[in-house]
């Protein structure tokens, strides 16, 4: 059974930092892609970014180019990180990582694509 697990999630104030990981188990498959998204209430998810399982490429959604960065750890190659700086009140939502087929996955921004998803972590950002 595939599990995602996010954390890192919390409250911090804008100029500030956070980062979030996510740790996956039970995947059925090795070349994956990995995705973050957040949710707003009532709004539709929004892409982040994304992250293939060999950890050489890296997709970015246009809000968080240039401040967030996603990584996979060198040792535990099914845990992904989310390094968000110069985070600002627009950064609030709830964070989900979400993990695709790498050979299905069409279209790294459309949530579609991806089969699971991890519960999510709140992400709140103080002016």
């Known amino acids: 059974q595939v599990q995602l697990v996010e954390s890192g999630g919390g409250l911090v104030q804008a100029g500030g930092s956070l980062r979030l990981s996510c740790a996956a188990s039970?995947?059925?498959?090795?070349?994956?892609?990995m995705g973050w998204f957040r949710q707003a209430p009532g709004k539709e998810r929004e892409f982040v970014a994304g992250i293939a399982w060999t950890g050489r490429s890296a997709v970015y959604g246009d809000p968080v180019k240039g401040r967030f960065t996603i990584s996979r750890d060198n040792a535990q190659n099914t845990v992904v990180y989310l390094q968000m700086n110069s985070l600002t009140p627009d950064d609030t939502f709830v964070y989900y990582c979400?993990?695709?087929?790498?050979?299905?996955?069409?279209?790294?921004?459309?949530?579609?694509?991806?089969?699971?998803w991890g519960q999510g972590t709140q992400v709140t950002v103080s002016s």
């Open positions: 979400a993990v695709a087929v790498a050979g299905r996955l069409t279209n790294w921004r459309d949530s579609d694509g991806y089969r699971n």
């Open positions: 039970g995947l059925p498959f090795s070349n994956y892609v």
